[in-house]
């Protein structure tokens, strides 16, 4: 595991965007898994001032989406379909047609999940997915007790997510269940980049970096993934405890050519 504590959710959000900017420059038509919530958005207005001044562009690159929230369609003011719209696919140049999202509103949830499960292979996998974290250790909507080697599927909301995400909303009824990816799903991604900000995450990426790996944090799961790149500001690195040890990576990092990879 690669992990980087930056002086800032600024500094992260442009670690992120260089990580992902490589990537496309390296292989254009890369498959990019793409997250929603709050932490992404600075990587997203970043990737966007890369298109628009540094000519970074998105072409041909594919997407596949973490989650959507079940019986809700791609125009609900809370769906993730129109988050994404709003935070990233509306502002660079992505053909529509090669941005792919579960469909919340299916008549089929569990057909849905498998088609996508399906796509994903066919499409060749996943490059690069990105990933948040709950403060509840979740990844996706794979809450605490998901299986570790889970598969796209329906699965109910806790009720911190209910909280977290803030759902209710005197027009609208809560959903409290989504369609996500599953953590083997997410594991077999080439690579992953985590990004946590701020001090509600601390616990979490504690957990999810240096406790045992348990169905209790879900993000444990990427201790698993042997091309994993974490990304965190002071204050969500706050309870690790290899800190000293991330420092002296850190230093050993700038002694070596850019090109000799990860250590
Ligand atoms: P957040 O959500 O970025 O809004 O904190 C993270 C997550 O739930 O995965």
């Known amino acids: 595991m690669d992990v980087w504590i930056l002086e800032s959710a600024h500094a992260v959000a442009v670690k992120a965007a260089d990580i992902c900017g490589e990537l496309i420059q390296r292989k254009p038509d890369a498959r ?8 992404p958005q600075a ?4 990737l966007i001032r890369r298109n628009r001044q540094d000519h970074l562009s998105f072409a041909h690159v594919e997407t ?3 989650d959507e ?9 809370q769906s993730f379909h129109r988050a994404m719209r709003d935070s990233l696919f509306a502002e660079v140049d992505i053909d529509p047609a090669n941005t792919h999202l ?5 008549s089929d949830p569990v057909a849905e999940a498998r088609a996508y499960e399906a796509l994903i292979k066919r ?3 996943i490059d690069l997915q990105i990933l948040g974290i709950g403060r509840n250790g979740h990844i996706g909507f794979n809450e605490p007790g ?11 909301l806790a009720r911190a997510t209910l909280r977290d995400n803030q759902l209710g909303h005197p027009d609208f009824e809560e959903p409290i269940m989504a369609i996500t990816m599953g953590i083997g799903t997410i594991l077999d991604a080439r690579a992953l980049v985590v990004l946590a900000t701020g001090a509600a995450k601390a616990e979490a990426v504690a957990a999810a970096l240096e406790g045992p790996l348990a169905a209790i944090c879900p993000a444990s799961a990427i201790q698993l993934h042997p091309d994993a790149t974490v990304v965190l500001d002071p204050e969500a690195a706050a309870d690790l405890r290899l800190t000293d040890y991330y420092e002296l990576v850190d230093q050993a990092r700038r002694r070596l050519p850019r090109t000799s990879g990860r250590i």
């Open 32 to 39: 990019l898994g793409l997250a929603t919530g709050a932490t």
């Open 43 to 46: 990587l997203y207005a970043e």
């Open 64 to 66: 596949f989406n973490l």
């Open 69 to 77: 929230y079940l019986g809700i369609g791609p125009d609900h003011p």
């Open 102 to 106: 579960l469909r919340g509103d299916s």
């Open 123 to 125: 499409r060749g996998g």
């Open 146 to 156: 998901s299986s570790l080697g889970s598969r796209t599927r329906v699965k109910t």
